[in-house]
């Protein structure tokens, strides 16, 4: 075990850069392997850490430090390591311990052997301030964190205060502050203030330091195998993380969910196994990892699942369509695109098996008879997926002769299924409709003439008055409404009546009154005309 003492300041070592002296230590070691040593080479590399005890990345002047080197995964022969400050070479050891520490040993601290690469540097600073503010060189998430304000012995008196932030979080007799569970929000910029005494007075001194939180572990995310996923096939889920160099030891769990749901509890498997899936398994699925302390958990995000159908449609048919007694009958199940992977055909009649699982999707009857009629369904299998589906139902009917002659002798069964004589069946349709057509075109005909003989009354007229003026004359058939009294009557007896005045009032015909029938008025004015008498009118 090597010592680094306070009077190695005037001999430092001048050596060779980092890598170039890396280079070197691996020749010599790869020049004098023995055999098993070299089947160690072809081995997954290991990952060295530097831890540092005390756990403190700030000490004072005169103070030890040992640091050890650690192997993940530990490889039990080698014994030694290569020690490095700021890249520059200082011994092969066990360990490095530096016993009374002086500020010239502040650096970035790496160790390395020649089967390896060279542990991430670790940074150890030497004060010789009154006060330090002392953190862990190395805090991941989910950490319960110490810090002290520390100090030669003999010299504090009074509380001491801590910030962070410039926002004060304890003042204490106590040199220490606490953080449980640390989050990576809570990194950032630490004070401590403490009373030192100097020539017997006291003084207050205070000193800043800047605490990192690691990552744990990083956040998880979730893959499918294989990409494509067909119903049938095996599926496994994986949530990968990468856990922190400093803390590969950690122990961690991992658990999954569909649809929010928990699909797998918590174990120390990173995958999720699903057999032979189907399409109602397809859904959204996001993984959950977490320490097996329960500090610290986080979840990836969500991936959606999409299970295909390995066969979309499935369908039995029948050629000919109708079948009649000693035809050639083919049944073909078809699945309507090419499958992905060699499909397997099996042919049921009223659920009896009448073709074993084989490579041919047809199933051929040579001599159709009655006994083949019956509900028939085909199944179709692989032997990649452990899944089968089958047809719908198809029934198949036998007909015998006697039917075949009663459709008529030109209605045989085509290749398609078309009947022979369905132009005539057109025909007669066509036919039927014309006749229809004319008998309504008769009837509409023979209500119109209907129509016109019937006689119409005559259009009806307001009440009008007609007034003539001709030569007085005598009518029998005029009815004279009665007249003034005797007293009133100036004229003779026996003279003639004339009018000079008639009003006649029209209405309109009644159906039961004849055209030809005498005209009653109402009224009838008598009036004196004088006779012409010579050249005027008396």
């Known amino acids: ?56 990345a700030t000490i004072l002047q005169g103070e030890s430090m040992t640091m050890t080197c650690t192997e993940t995964p530990v490889q ?60 862990p060189p190395s805090v991941h998430e989910g950490d319960d964190v110490s810090m002290r304000c520390h100090s030669a012995p003999g010299y504090e008196m009074g509380n001491k205060e801590f910030y962070y932030e410039y926002l004060q979080i304890a003042n204490s007799a106590s040199d220490t502050y606490s ?13 401590c ?86 399409v109602k398994e397809s859904g959204d699925f996001n993984c959950e990892v977490r320490t097996a302390s329960y500090r610290l958990t986080k979840r990836s995000d969500t991936k959606h699942i999409q299970i295909q159908e390995w066969i979309s449609s499935l369908e039995i048919k029948v050629s000919p369509e109708e079948v009649t007694h000693g035809d050639e009958m083919h049944l073909t199940c078809d699945t ?17 098996t009448v073709q074993r699982f084989s490579s041919s999707n047809k199933h051929l009857v040579v001599s159709a008879q009655p006994e083949h009629s019956g509900d028939y369904t085909c199944e179709v299998k692989t032997s990649t997926y452990n899944v089968t589906k089958r047809s719908h139902v198809l029934h198949v009917q036998i007909h015998s002769e006697e039917d075949h002659t009663e459709r008529g002798t030109n209605s045989d069964v085509s290749d398609k299924g078309g009947i022979a004589g369905q132009p005539y069946l057109i025909a007669a349709l066509v036919s039927s409709l014309l006749v229809l057509l004319i008998v309504v075109i008769l009837a509409f ?33 005029i009815t004279l ?45 008598k009036t004196t005309i004088r006779k012409k008498n010579g050249n005027g009118i008396s």
Request: proline share 7%.
């Open 445 to 477: 005909v023979f209500r119109r003439r209907l129509a016109r003989t019937r006689r119409k009354p005559p259009p009806s007229h307001p009440e009008k008055e007609v007034i003539i003026y001709e030569e007085p004359t005598r009518s029998e058939n």
């Open 76 to 135: 039990q022969n080698v014994q030694e390591y290569s020690w490095y400050k700021d890249e520059q070479h200082l011994q092969i050891s066990e360990k490095l311990i530096i016993t009374s520490a002086e500020p010239w040993q502040s650096g970035a601290y790496q160790c390395t052997t020649p089967m390896s690469s060279p542990s991430d540097p670790l940074r150890l600073d030497v004060h010789i301030d009154p006060v330090i503010l002392q953190v």
């Open 336 to 352: 309507g695109a090419q499958a992905a992977s060699e499909l397997l055909y099996a042919f049921y009649r009223n659920k009896e």
């Open 193 to 278: 203030v403490k009373d030192i005494l100097n020539g017997g007075a006291p003084y207050k001194y205070w000193f800043i330091t800047r605490l990192s939180v690691k990552e744990l572990y990083s956040k998880p995310v979730i893959t499918v195998t294989p990409d494509h996923v067909i119903e049938g096939t095996d599926v496994t889920l994986t949530c990968s993380t990468s856990l922190s160099p400093f803390r590969a030891d950690t122990a961690i769990q991992f658990a999954f969910y569909k649809n929010g749901e928990l699909a797998q509890e918590f174990e120390s498997s990173d995958k999720y196994r699903i057999q032979s899936v189907n």
């Open 179 to 191: 953080i449980r569970n640390i989050n990576m929000s809570q990194a950032g910029t630490y004070r």
């Open 1 to 56: 075990m090597i010592h680094i003492a306070r009077k190695q300041e005037e001999k430092r070592p001048q050596t060779s850069s980092f890598n170039t002296e890396t280079n070197k230590r691996r020749t010599l070691y790869a020049g004098t392997m023995s055999a098993v040593t070299f089947i160690l080479l072809s081995c997954t590399e290991a990952k060295l850490v530097i831890s540092f005890t005390p756990n403190w």
């Open 481 to 525: 409404a009665p007249g003034p009294p005797d007293n009133e009557n100036t004229e003779p007896a026996g003279s003639e009546l004339c009018y000079a005045e008639i009003k006649i009032s029209s209405k309109a015909e009644d159906s039961m009154v004849r055209a030809d029938n005498p005209v009653i008025y109402a009224e009838v004015k």
